[in-house]
T-cell receptor, first 122, second 113 residues
Framework: GAGVSQSPSNKVTEKGKDVELRCDPI?????LYWYRQSLGQGLEFLIY????????KSGLPSDRFSAERTGGSVSTLTIQRTQQEDSAVYLC????????????????????FGAGTRLSVL | GQNIDQPTEMTATEGAIVQINCTYQ??????LFWYQQHAGEAPTFLSY????GLEEKGRFSSFLSRSKGYSYLLLKELQMKDSASYLC??????????????FGAGTRLAVHP
């Protein structure tokens, strides 16, 4: 597709269940980011992928959170044993690799966002 | 540490001009982005400043002063559809060896007739 696609758009789950959130980045974007946005808060960085590797996992709140990316494209964020405080909008963004050029122009590394998955843990 | 401050809420009148300020204290500064986010939607890119000065793009302009750690987003000829949150984000080189975007909490702008 033309933009970043995330699914599901909404997810309601019971406390203690596991959930999987999916992100399909813009074709050709090798960098992928996950953020969390709680009501009235800014975007909280979770994890960054360059290709299939994750150089920065520093934002993952606990070991219940994990993410993977296969084939340099689709990424899944998994939350195990969900808690009520996990309720938030989970946003995915993708960008060209830092320092890459398109038609000779240095990429600004603009991150393009998906519409997010609204997770509600009851 | 990394810190970004912007006002929580602002209101303005249709047709007017509004300036949204952003101050930051970060290490490894490599540029500043402004994003617009309508309720329930994805943040969308508005502007990028890496050098001091004003960048103009239609009704929107963004200014940066690196020495003061200060930026503003200027919206002219406000329209009702400009009611949204405006996110200031600093691009900073971090120890992981890449540029990371650090977001402020956003400024919720309400435009009224």
């Amino acid at each position: 597709g033309a933009g970043v696609s995330q699914s599901p758009s909404n997810k309601v789950t019971e406390k203690g269940k596991d959930v999987e959130l999916r992100c399909d980045p813009i074709s050709g974007h090798t960098a992928l980011y996950w953020y969390r946005q709680s009501l009235g808060q800014g975007l909280e960085f979770l994890i960054y992928f360059q290709g299939n590797s994750a150089p920065d996992k520093s934002g993952l709140p606990s070991d219940r959170f994990s993410a993977e990316r296969t084939g340099g494209s689709v990424s899944t964020l998994t939350i195990q044993r969900t808690q009520q405080e996990d309720s938030a909008v989970y946003l995915c963004a993708s960008s060209l690799k830092e320092g890459s050029r398109t038609s000779g122009i240095l990429a600004k590394n603009i991150q393009y966002f998906g519409a997010g998955t609204r997770l509600s843990v009851l | 540490g990394q810190n970004i401050d912007q006002p929580t809420e602002m209101t303005a009148t249709e047709g007017a001009i509004v300036q949204i300020n952003c101050t930051y204290q970060t290490s490894g500064f490599n540029g500043l982005f402004w994003y617009q986010q309508h309720a329930g939607e994805a943040p969308t890119f508005l502007s990028y400043n890496v050098l001091d000065g004003l960048e103009e793009k239609g009704r929107f302009s963004s200014f940066l002063s690196r020495s003061k750690g200060y930026s503003y987003l200027l919206l002219k000829e406000l329209q009702m559809k400009d009611s949204a949150s405006y996110l200031c984000a600093v691009k900073a080189w971090v120890s992981g060896g890449y540029n990371k975007l650090i977001f402020g909490a956003g400024t919720r702008l309400a435009v009224h007739p």
